[in-house]
């Protein structure tokens, strides 16, 4: 019928429907005015639905679904089938939402009953979108092309934007990146040139998923932002957009920042009746609690997942909550026969539902069970058919798959198989870490790899292989800091938050500091890697380039703290010890270092500082009885990382250089002598002997470019850092726990921090931080490291000199003195470092890199 021929309230009720996706308040408006008047009852159902639909654009689902309910009942009084119809299928589009496909498909049974030739190609299309969430894909897929050319001929432009929107998505799930990124391209731009703004956003939203399901993580990340800044997108879209953003993190194992956007999302999308979005929130937070090793946080999130996605019709996300919640009981120490019967069937309802990530980590927690109990031929064929999962899918999932044929191939006896098939799920980590640019998402994302170094470690100490063992242990440690330097393309939105942040830091003002913190973390972590760098560990010739140095590498094994030596040509395997005593011995030396240099220069206070040392020097150290007075190379994990060596009796006044791995440090070894460079000095302010130790220096480099009070700004540093020989700052230094790229040296301006030195171009070859706690680094799973000396370690610089705890300046200042002097004297940093410290007490300097 002509507009112009339809009732006054008809055409009113039907303007309501146009405004929807433009402007939902405004459509409301409109239909709440045809609802007040004395409109027909076609008019009514027309407007009811409008005002359905307005509620759930903005994510009102419970009263869209009542609305649209009275609608239904309204058209079937009045024998409307074709309102009757679109009523129906606006009511499924909601109950999806909320959660009940069931009752979803039942609304579109019956609207099928009723519906005309296009409307019934819309049926088809929402039918398409039930089946895919409740994992029957190939029926959604056939679903969506019968649809689509009925909509097309029909220019139905919102519907067609539709149906590729959820074709697209289900594209990217099931691995058909190129193809589900076609359709959402299109999908975007349909819904753009057609204005319907929220439709866009989901477009947009979705192909951050694609490329999250690629494993482009950084990508992911970028679009997720991209599309929360669309216009006009709801805060429920915002919340959805926290949920994939979540499952991208814990993909890189972030498992603290996922759970505070699942938390963002449950805030959000609890009060507007999204019950399946909900329980798949409170999934991945269980999910992030097993990450992060809270087992008994994991069960409660997970039992709140099981019941927020209960009646899914046995789906993925049911499958996948129960197999979390049994995760969670085993993490618990729940081994029993229970717990076994629970993980079996999990894994056959996970491979029923399509879901092999979660299916071969549920293989692998049944197999550990049955091998705990002896039966380690039931494990082995438990295993066998993850082995399909290794060549496909994300890098998790390809490595799990890995991890579980070198469980199997060890289960069979195979040993020399067992390493091969862990050394092959070293490489699809390595492969994911090169996508990679931010430092936080490589170290974090490093342990995927965990299990697969550990067993190698596992399989060669039991064969009494230390050699091999060692090079095993290697592969456990600071694999992020192997990648080339990611620096980040001149970036103006990143330099200007960075920039705001040093004045907001400046200035006092702690809340908008943590607004800008976040955004410059989000910002970075759009950085992609800087392409392939496959480095295995090397041993050969090892020997010889240690010379006549002793090589200690730490590694802490079934609560027990191990050391492999190389000295003279030997190796040796040393067992040092509980590792829980040695941890509480060195809290107590951090701690009574610092009361020592802040107020308690007591002779009491001494002798506690003196105990402390002997203790450690004892468990660390006095066991490995081929020492001698050799120079040392010690490879510490990450908890001994930032152990003050240089106090310990055995070290005390011997070359001692520091390095995350054998590989890192045989990289600062062999690094080209650079020719040129020149020297910086600087001082930061507020440091009481800064300026005294800086001009002291000068004295010694009369050719040094000194910056000092308002001219050591950031900017200026770094320029000066680039491509130094030799640099040396001054400054107050803190290590940030909370989140350690944002460790920093203070400067005129402000905080440098682990951001800004990213974007040097090239890293000094020699660099000395005069600063408290500036060597300090905190770990991730797999010993990797982050913070400052991480960072400048993996930009190239070949050696840093610095504290790992706080030192006092006062003291400091002819420490720095006698180190420069010694330098400039042709002595190796290391063996500098050693006769300074030995003169002058301040033992809180490690080397870091080639001595």
Request: with cysteine.
């Given at each position: 019928?002509?507009?112009?021929?339809?009732?006054?309230?008809?055409?009113?009720?039907?303007?309501?429907?146009?405004?929807?996706?433009?402007?939902?308040?405004?459509?409301?408006?409109?239909?709440?005015?045809?609802?007040?008047?004395?409109?027909?009852?076609?008019?009514?159902?027309?407007?009811?639905?409008?005002?359905?639909?307005?509620?759930?654009?903005?994510?009102?689902?419970?009263?869209?679904?009542?609305?649209?309910?009275?609608?239904?009942?309204?058209?079937?009084?009045?024998?409307?089938?074709?309102?009757?119809?679109?009523?129906?299928?606006?009511?499924?589009?909601?109950?999806?939402?909320?959660?009940?496909?069931?009752?979803?498909?039942?609304?579109?049974?019956?609207?099928?009953?009723?519906?005309?030739?296009?409307?019934?190609?819309?049926?088809?299309?929402?039918?398409?979108?039930?089946?895919?969430?409740?994992?029957?894909?190939?029926?959604?897929?056939?679903?969506?092309?019968?649809?689509?050319?009925?909509?097309?001929?029909?220019?139905?432009?919102?519907?067609?934007?539709?149906?590729?929107?959820?074709?697209?998505?289900?594209?990217?799930?099931?691995?058909?990146?190129?193809?589900?990124?076609?359709?959402?391209?299109?999908?975007?731009?349909?819904?753009?040139?057609?204005?319907?703004?929220?439709?866009?956003?989901?477009?947009?939203?979705?192909?951050?998923?694609?490329?999250?399901?690629?494993?482009?993580?950084?990508?992911?990340?970028?679009?997720?932002?991209?599309?929360?800044?669309?216009?006009?997108?709801?805060?429920?879209?915002?919340?959805?957009?926290?949920?994939?953003?979540?499952?991208?993190?814990l993909e890189a194992r972030l498992a603290v920042d996922a759970a505070a956007e699942a938390r963002r999302a449950i805030a959000v999308l609890e009060p507007l009746g999204h019950r399946l979005d909900v329980g798949i929130a409170w999934l991945l937070l269980a999910e992030a609690a097993?990450?992060?090793?809270?087992?008994?946080?994991?069960?409660?999130?997970?039992?709140?997942?099981?019941?927020?996605?209960?009646?899914?019709?046995?789906?993925?996300?049911?499958?996948?909550?129960?197999?979390?919640?049994?995760?969670?009981?085993?993490?618990?120490?729940?081994?029993?026969?229970?717990?076994?019967?629970?993980?079996?069937?999990?894994?056959?309802?996970?491979?029923?539902?399509?879901?092999?990530?979660?299916?071969?980590?549920?293989?692998?927690?049944?197999?550990?069970?049955?091998?705990?109990?002896?039966?380690?031929?039931?494990?082995?064929?438990?295993?066998?058919?993850?082995?399909?999962?290794?060549?496909r899918g994300p890098a998790g999932l390809r490595a799990a798959a890995w991890h579980a044929e070198a469980l199997r191939r060890a289960d069979c006896g195979d040993r020399v198989g067992a390493l091969a098939a862990a050394r092959s799920g070293l490489q699809v980590v390595e492969q994911?870490?090169?996508?990679?640019?931010?430092?936080?998402?490589?170290?974090?994302?490093?342990?995927?790899?965990?299990?697969?170094?550990?067993?190698?470690?596992?399989?060669?100490?039991?064969?009494?292989?230390?050699?091999?063992?060692?090079?095993?242990?290697?592969?456990?440690?600071?694999?992020?800091?192997?990648?080339?330097?990611?620096?980040?393309?001149?970036?103006?939105?990143?330099?200007?938050?960075?920039?705001?942040?040093?004045?907001?830091?400046?200035?006092?003002?702690?809340?908008?500091?943590?607004?800008?913190?976040?955004?410059?973390?989000?910002?970075?972590?759009?950085?992609?890697?800087?392409?392939?760098?496959?480095?295995?560990?090397?041993?050969?010739?090892?020997?010889?380039?240690?010379?006549?140095?002793?090589?200690?590498?730490?590694?802490?094994?079934?609560?027990?703290?191990?050391?492999?030596?190389?000295?003279?040509?030997?190796?040796?395997?040393?067992?040092?010890?509980?590792?829980?005593?040695?941890?509480?011995?060195?809290?107590?030396?951090?701690?009574?270092?610092?009361?020592?240099?802040?107020?308690?220069?007591?002779?009491?206070?001494?002798?506690?500082?003196?105990?402390?040392?002997?203790?450690?020097?004892?468990?660390?150290?006095?066991?490995?009885?081929?020492?001698?007075?050799?120079?040392?190379?010690?490879?510490?994990?990450?908890?001994?990382?930032?152990?003050?060596?240089?106090?310990?009796?055995?070290?005390?006044?011997?070359?001692?250089?520091?390095?995350?791995?054998?590989?890192?440090?045989?990289?600062?070894?062999?690094?080209?002598?650079?020719?040129?460079?020149?020297?910086?000095?600087?001082?930061?302010?507020?440091?009481?002997?800064?300026?005294?130790?800086?001009?002291?220096?000068?004295?010694l480099h009369p050719d040094a470019e000194v910056l000092q009070g308002r001219g050591a700004t950031a900017a200026a540093v770094l320029a000066g850092l680039s491509g130094a020989r030799l640099a040396h700052l001054a400054c107050h230094g803190r290590f940030r726990a909370d989140h350690?790229?944002?460790?920093?040296?203070?400067?005129?301006?402000?905080?440098?921090?682990?951001?800004?030195?990213?974007?040097?171009?090239?890293?000094?070859?020699?660099?000395?931080?005069?600063?408290?706690?500036?060597?300090?680094?905190?770990?991730?799973?797999?010993?990797?490291?982050?913070?400052?000396?991480?960072?400048?370690?993996?930009?190239?610089?070949?050696?840093?000199?610095?504290?790992?705890?706080?030192?006092?300046?006062?003291?400091?200042?002819?420490?720095?003195?006698?180190?420069?002097?010694?330098?400039?004297?042709?002595?190796?940093?290391?063996?500098?470092?050693?006769?300074?410290?030995?003169?002058?007490?301040?033992?809180?300097?490690?080397?870091?890199?080639?001595?």
């Amino acid at each position: 019928m002509p507009s112009d021929s339809l009732p006054d309230g008809l055409i009113a009720a039907e303007t309501a429907i146009s405004l929807v996706s433009d402007d939902p308040a405004a459509a409301a408006r409109a239909a709440r005015a045809v609802l007040e008047s004395d409109a027909p009852a076609e008019a009514r159902v027309v407007a009811l639905r409008a005002l359905g639909l307005a509620r759930a654009e903005t994510d009102d689902l419970t009263e869209a679904a009542r609305t649209l309910r009275s609608a239904v009942a309204l058209a079937r009084r009045h024998v409307l089938p074709d309102r009757e119809a679109q009523a129906r299928l606006s009511l499924a589009g909601v109950l999806v939402r909320r959660g009940d496909p069931a009752a979803a498909l039942r609304q579109l049974d019956a609207a099928a009953l009723v519906a005309g030739r296009v409307d019934a190609a819309r049926v088809g299309a929402q039918r398409g979108l039930v089946l895919s969430r409740t994992g029957h894909y190939d029926a959604a897929m056939a679903a969506y092309r019968v649809a689509l050319p009925v909509l097309r001929r029909a220019s139905d432009h919102r519907f067609v934007a539709l149906v590729l929107l959820n074709r697209g998505a289900l594209r990217a799930w099931r691995g058909e990146t190129a193809a589900g990124v076609r359709d959402l391209q299109r999908c975007l731009a349909l819904a753009t040139e057609h204005g319907h703004p929220l439709l866009a956003a989901d477009a947009a939203h979705n192909l951050g998923y694609a490329a999250a399901r690629a494993g482009d993580v950084p990508g992911a990340l970028a679009a997720f932002d991209r599309a929360e800044q669309m216009p006009g997108i709801t805060a429920g879209q915002r919340a959805i957009t926290c949920l994939d953003r979540a499952q991208t993190l814990l993909e890189a194992r972030l498992a603290v920042d996922a759970a505070a956007e699942a938390r963002r999302a449950i805030a959000v999308l609890e009060p507007l009746g999204h019950r399946l979005d909900v329980g798949i929130a409170w999934l991945l937070l269980a999910e992030a609690a097993l990450l992060a090793g809270e087992a008994d946080a994991a069960r409660v999130a997970a039992q709140r997942a099981v019941v927020g996605l209960r009646g899914q019709h046995g789906g993925l996300w049911p499958a996948m909550a129960a197999h979390t919640q049994t995760a969670a009981r085993v993490a618990a120490g729940e081994h029993g026969p229970a717990v076994l019967r629970a993980l079996r069937a999990n894994v056959t309802r996970l491979d029923r539902a399509g879901w092999p990530e979660p299916a071969v980590q549920a293989r692998i927690l049944c197999a550990g069970l049955l091998r705990e109990a002896g039966r380690t031929d039931a494990a082995a064929e438990v295993l066998r058919p993850a082995a399909a999962a290794r060549h496909r899918g994300p890098a998790g999932l390809r490595a799990a798959a890995w991890h579980a044929e070198a469980l199997r191939r060890a289960d069979c006896g195979d040993r020399v198989g067992a390493l091969a098939a862990a050394r092959s799920g070293l490489q699809v980590v390595e492969q994911h870490l090169d996508a990679l640019g931010a430092a936080d998402l490589r170290a974090h994302a490093a342990g995927h790899g965990v299990a697969l170094a550990e067993l190698g470690l596992h399989l060669t100490l039991a064969a009494d292989r230390p050699a091999a063992a060692l090079r095993w242990a290697d592969r456990l440690r600071a694999r992020s800091l192997w990648r080339p330097p990611v620096r980040p393309p001149a970036d103006p939105v990143l330099s200007g938050l960075l920039t705001r942040l040093r004045a907001a830091t400046e200035v006092g003002d702690d809340v908008e500091r943590v607004r800008l913190e976040r955004a410059v973390q989000a910002r970075a972590r759009h950085t992609p890697g800087a392409g392939p760098a496959h480095v295995e560990p090397a041993l050969a010739g090892l020997p010889d380039l240690l010379g006549d140095r002793a090589l200690v590498c730490y590694l802490r094994r079934d609560e027990r703290l191990l050391a492999i030596t190389l000295i003279a040509g030997r190796y040796r395997l040393h067992d040092l010890g509980r590792w829980a005593p040695i941890a509480a011995e060195l809290d107590w030396l951090r701690f009574a270092t610092h009361r020592l240099w802040q107020d308690d220069d007591s002779p009491t206070g001494r002798a506690g500082l003196r105990h402390s040392t002997e203790v450690l020097d004892t468990a660390l150290l006095r066991p490995i009885t081929d020492l001698t007075d050799r120079p040392l190379v010690l490879i510490p994990t990450a908890d001994l990382h930032a152990t003050p060596w240089a106090m310990l009796p055995r070290v005390r006044g011997r070359p001692v250089e520091v390095a995350p791995s054998v590989q890192l440090w045989r990289a600062a070894i062999d690094a080209p002598h650079t020719r040129g460079g020149g020297t910086l000095l600087a001082a930061g302010p507020g440091l009481r002997h800064g300026r005294a130790e800086i001009n002291a220096l000068h004295r010694l480099h009369p050719d040094a470019e000194v910056l000092q009070g308002r001219g050591a700004t950031a900017a200026a540093v770094l320029a000066g850092l680039s491509g130094a020989r030799l640099a040396h700052l001054a400054c107050h230094g803190r290590f940030r726990a909370d989140h350690p790229q944002f460790s920093h040296l203070a400067l005129a301006d402000g905080p440098l921090t682990v951001y800004d030195l990213a974007a040097l171009p090239r890293p000094p070859r020699v660099l000395v931080l005069s600063a408290c706690d500036a060597a300090r680094c905190a770990s991730a799973p797999g010993e990797e490291l982050l913070g400052l000396a991480a960072a400048l370690t993996t930009l190239g610089t070949r050696t840093l000199i610095a504290p790992v705890i706080a030192v006092p300046d006062e003291a400091t200042a002819p420490l720095m003195a006698d180190l420069h002097r010694r330098l400039l004297a042709g002595d190796r940093p290391a063996v500098a470092l050693a006769g300074a410290s030995a003169d002058v007490e301040v033992p809180g300097f490690v080397c870091l890199g080639a001595g």
